[in-house]
């Protein structure tokens, strides 16, 4: 079993920032691809950024140069930098990894999500 805990989140002013963390922990051999996404209130889950296996990165048009994604591969975690933050940024955050836990299984798995809320 993996289990991945976001943590980070919290309220914030516009034009402010916040730092996500995701630690992945339990039965992993390797991780693929990393992502976050988001779901605001009223609407589906989006991708916000991916960091694949070797650091090449895609960034969702409504957060590009705002936010970074970044990984740790020797602690299994994913970070997300969250600059200049706008209302409409207001979202649960969600991880994701594909985690390889032996050799022939790799299997999609999911943080249970952190509250971002941008307010003034």
């Known amino acids: 079993q993996v289990q991945l805990v976001e943590s980070g989140g919290g309220l914030v002013q516009p034009g402010g920032s916040l730092r996500l963390s995701c630690a992945a922990s339990?039965?992993?051999?390797?991780?693929?691809?990393m992502a976050w996404y988001r779901q605001g209130p009223g609407k589906g889950r989006e991708l916000v950024a991916l960091?694949?296996?070797?650091?090449?990165?895609n960034y969702a048009d409504s957060v590009k140069g705002r936010f970074t994604i970044s990984r740790d591969n020797a602690k299994n975690t994913l970070y997300l930098q969250m600059n200049s933050l706008k209302p409409e940024d207001t979202a649960v955050y969600y991880c994701?990894?594909?985690?390889?836990?032996?050799?022939?299984?790799?299997?999609?798995?999911w943080g249970r999500g952190t509250q971002v809320t941008v307010s003034s």
């Open positions: 994701k990894m594909a985690v390889r836990t032996s050799l022939f299984r790799t299997t999609d798995y």
């Open positions: 339990g039965s992993i051999l390797v991780i693929n691809n």
């Open positions: 960091i694949t296996s070797g650091d090449s990165t």
